[in-house]
């Protein structure tokens, strides 16, 4: 096989790569998120646990508990579709490279691997998107409960 051809298989392979790297950003940021909510989630119930049955505050950290863990729920979606994402563009690259080396033709398996790569990147965004929302809800009933809204 001559170097012009490797190199050219090498060059279609790894083009998608470059998703991988976008997502992965994406999924970084999001699995700190999610971090951060789960540490959040820890803390009320510390204090909820701490707090006397019957108080007025066990209420508002029950309910601020309830959006912790949806948003906890969300972000874990982000989080699979995100990593759906990246093993469907691994697969494209894979079936790529395969398509060149073997000189048979696999775009019917590449296209709908990058497809579905999308599809999961779209469904992690929507996620991503409702947990900002979410969070927001959250902030509000905070402030709410010390009358700063």
């Known amino acids: 096989m001559p ?9 279609g ?4 790569v470059i998703v991988i790297s976008g ?11 999610y971090g951060r909510a789960i540490d959040r989630a820890r803390l ?11 108080h007025a505050r066990v209420k508002h950290l029950e309910e601020q508990l309830r959006h912790m863990h949806r948003r906890a729920r969300l972000l874990r979606a982000s989080m699979i579709y995100s990593s759906l994402s990246i093993f469907f563009v691994s697969l494209t690259v894979l079936s790529l ?4 080396v073997l000189g048979s033709h696999l775009d019917f398996v590449a296209l709908p691997f ?4 999308l599809i ?21 009933l905070e402030l709410a409960s010390t009358g700063e809204r």
């Open 97 to 100: 490279f395969l398509e060149g």
């Open 3 to 11: 170097t012009s051809a490797v190199v050219q298989i090498l060059t």
């Open 120 to 140: 999961a990147l779209v469904i992690s965004m929507y996620y991503s998107i409702r947990d900002v929302t979410l969070s927001l809800a959250a902030l509000e």
């Open 13 to 16: 392979a790894i083009a998608p």
């Open 23 to 33: 997502v992965g950003l994406l999924l970084l940021s999001i699995s700190n998120r």
């Open 44 to 54: 009320l119930n510390r204090e909820l646990e701490e707090s006397e049955p019957g």
């Open 114 to 117: 990058f497809a579905l790569c």
